[in-house]
Nanobody
């Protein structure tokens, strides 16, 4: 059973920093893209950033220059370093991973349970 577990969310003041982590577990053959989405109250879920197995990254315009995504291939873990946080960054943050499990199961996108990030003004 493949699982993704996020950690690192919390309450931070305007201009502060947080680092989110997402660890995978289970019978994993390979992981392609890993990423972070967020969903604020009353808004649609949006992509924040993603990273390929080769290290290519992609960011939402709203976080470019402030957030950095990285991954540890040996640990199958993805991180999101968030700096200069703003109140509009307040949301539930979800990690994702395009995983091919071992065995006959086909690959698909897996989601974590989400972690709350709240930025106070």
């Amino acid at each position: 059973q493949v699982q993704l577990v996020e950690s690192g969310g919390g309450l931070v003041q305007f201009g502060g920093s947080l680092r989110l982590s997402c660890a995978t577990s289970g019978s994993i053959f390979s992981i392609a893209v890993m990423g972070w989405y967020r969903q604020a109250p009353g808004k649609q879920r949006e992509l924040v950033a993603d990273i390929t197995s080769g290290g290519s990254t992609n960011y939402a315009d709203s976080v470019k220059g402030r957030f950095t995504i990285s991954r540890d291939g040996a640990k199958n873990t993805v991180y999101l370093q968030m700096n200069t946080l703003k109140p509009e960054d307040t949301a539930v943050y979800y990690c994702t991973a395009d995983i091919r499990p071992t065995g006959p199961a086909t690959g698909r996108k897996y989601w974590g349970q989400g972690t709350q990030v709240t930025v106070s003004s």
